[in-house]
T-cell receptor, first 117, second 112 residues
């Protein structure tokens, strides 16, 4: 089945630094990548949607200059949290879909637990 | 935008009993309704989904029903087992290239 590899699985960084999270689709072409954030005991909140080769579409309230998304290829999308602060500590998870496989739905990465100290 | 409400937020059942979780959605264009099970610190796992051209779908102990007129869908788990304990999320979308909107989640606890 479809697999999305997400790295790192956890990261601790100092306040003010930047962190990059990668999601790779291993056996299919991810035409669309979704990035979610999940705070403890809460639901998944969509941050942005990116289509390969296009600029990401950000949800209301999500700072595009803080959360940089790159989807330069059909197998790789990255989320960079710039100038991270403790309030950015959360579980970040990607989800990929493919127009070529519409019935496969969405494939989630394993998530990245970010802790900013 | 789409709004998905999910109830109850917590549910405790005895092993062997049934569990029902309900969701309502607002966007009449939504046509894809997946259910996910998430264990602590893990990715959501798709357990069943339904598309708007059917009203019910079953997979062993798990079933989902959809009422498009009323804009609600439900997850039914029969003969619950302790390993069913997790957080369950409903979601809705309008196609695989579109975003999913998640419900607020239901923490299911199956007790012995």
């Amino acid at each position: 089945g479809a697999v999305v590899s997400q790295h790192p699985s956890w990261v601790i960084c100092k306040s003010g630094t930047s962190v990059k999270i990668e999601c790779r689709s291993l056996d299919f072409q991810a035409t669309t990548m979704f990035w979610y954030r999940q705070f403890p005991k809460q639901s998944l909140m969509l941050m942005a949607t990116s289509n390969e080769g296009s600029k990401a579409t950000y949800e209301q309230g999500v700072e595009k200059d803080k959360f940089l998304i790159n989807h330069a290829s059909l197998t790789l999308s990255t989320l960079t949290v710039t100038s991270a602060h403790p309030e950015d500590s959360s579980f970040y998870i990607c989800s990929a879909s493919s127009l070529a496989r519409p019935l496969d739905g969405y494939t989630f990465g394993s998530g990245t637990r970010l802790t900013v100290v | 935008g789409e709004n998905v409400e999910q109830h109850p937020s917590t549910l405790s059942v005895q092993e062997g009993d049934s569990a029902v979780i309900k969701c309502t959605y607002s966007d009449s264009a939504s046509n894809y309704f997946p259910w996910y099970k998430q264990e602590l610190g893990k990715r959501p796992q798709l357990i069943i989904d339904i598309r708007s051209n059917v009203g019910e779908k079953k997979d062993q102990r798990i079933a989902v029903t959809l009422n498009k007129t009323a804009k609600h869908f439900s997850l039914h788990i029969t003969e619950t087992q302790p390993e069913d304990s997790a957080v369950y999320f409903c979601a809705s979308g309008t196609g695989t290239a579109s975003k999913l909107t998640f419900g607020t989640g239901t923490r299911l606890q199956v007790t012995l």
